[in-house]
């Protein structure tokens, strides 16, 4: 289960068995939740994170989009 970045109590995670399409998941103190990547970044899941840090989440997978989908192919594809 690789970490992508831990930031502000989130962290950002991929399993090793992933499935298409692109997503992470987050976790923190409260919960997790599952955001897909590709074609657009949209919360698929979300059990007990506080809006405020889905909001947050967001804005952290938006910028580092690009990197999450790198990290994503090299260790699936590899």
Do not use: Q
Not at 9 to 30: A, C, K, M, Q, W
Request: aromatic share 12%; charged share 30%.
């Amino acid at each position: 289960m690789p970490t992508l970045l831990t930031v502000f109590g989130l962290r950002f995670y991929f399993y090793s068995d992933e499935h298409t399409p692109i997503h992470v998941h987050i976790e923190n103190s409260d919960g997790r939740a599952k955001i897909c990547l590709e074609p657009s970044i949209e919360v698929i899941e979300n059990k007990n994170i506080k809006p405020r840090d889905i909001k947050k989440a967001l804005s952290i997978i938006e910028l580092y989009k690009e990197d999450f989908i790198n990290a994503w192919h090299e260790y699936h594809e590899s």
